[in-house]
């Protein structure tokens, strides 16, 4: 019986060993304080719900604290997401939609964009989705010559001076790329083409990223791609369209958060 025990304990020891090393539960905070750009709830007019959820997850996992703000505003328009055609005669706010992710009280729900001061936090991610290129900026019009969102601009210009660290998924790349100088990303892949398990169908976005002046790096959705001079690091999460990995996506939001949090600490 002894000698089962004994057995056993080395088998769970090994185990224990392999699994990702986590924090004790409740040991929250010591990864900083990062703020989360959310554009509204669902990809084709929003944020999209796996990339802001995997955000906040990963955050949460290594630590850190997070806020959540949006701009209190009206959408671009309201998407049927079985159809993925524009409803006629649904007006919604951003910052209400956007609250669908947020949970409890306090620093758990939504604040309005306008609010975010960059001497609070430590570094801040845009998770991706089409509210990037309707809510947060004009790019579904206007491409490469399009407008941001005045508080979106604030805060990428705030924390670029304050060298704060910027994550960014899918989408999100084109807002950072717009008006920052001279910043390396990536968005995946620069073709249109079938990959492993998926294609590329937003490549022409590669494009108008590279007429900013952006420098770009092709990268798998798993991957994030650090320029550690900007401190810029993003990921191409949902750029890529796939039916069935979304842990590839999971993956690549989780190597994103990393690195920011670890660019926050230095």
């Excluded at 505003?73 to 524009?86: A, E, G, S, T």
């Excluded at 994550?167 to 790349?173: E, I, K, Y």
Aim: charged share 20%; with cysteine; glycine share 10%.
């Amino acid at each position: 019986m002894l000698s089962s025990r004994t057995l056993l304990n080395k088998q769970t020891l090994t185990l224990l060993s392999r699994q990702p090393v986590a924090l004790v539960h409740g040991d929250h905070g010591n990864g900083g304080n990062i703020a989360v750009v959310l554009s509204g709830c669902g990809w084709w007019d929003g944020t999209d719900v796996h990339e802001g959820v995997y955000t906040m997850y990963h955050l949460s996992r290594n630590g850190a604290r997070f806020q959540m703000f949006a701009p209190n505003q009206q959408q671009m328009n309201v998407m049927d997401h079985m159809k993925k055609q524009p409803m006629s005669g649904d007006n919604r706010n951003v910052m209400l939609e956007s609250s669908r992710f947020s949970h409890g009280q306090g620093q758990m729900q939504m604040h309005d964009l306008n609010k975010l001061d960059v001497n609070s936090f430590d570094g801040v991610i845009f998770p991706g989705g089409h509210g990037i290129v309707k809510n947060l900026s004009s790019f579904v019009k206007d491409g490469k010559d399009c407008k941001l969102h005045g508080d979106v601009e604030r805060v990428l210009k705030d924390f670029h001076r304050s060298r704060k660290p910027i994550g960014l998924s899918s989408m999100a790349p084109v807002l950072a790329c717009r008006v920052l100088p001279s910043i390396e990303v990536t968005m995946g892949h620069e073709r249109d083409e079938n990959s492993r398990w998926g294609n590329w169908p937003y490549t022409n976005m590669v494009q108008a990223v590279k007429n900013m002046g952006a420098r770009h790096h092709v990268h798998e959705p798993f991957e994030a791609f650090v320029d550690e001079k900007n401190k810029v690091v993003s990921t191409p999460s949902f750029m890529w369209e796939t039916e069935f990995h979304y842990h590839y996506i999971f993956d690549g939001i989780g190597n994103m958060v990393k690195h920011v949090m670890r660019l926050a600490n230095k």
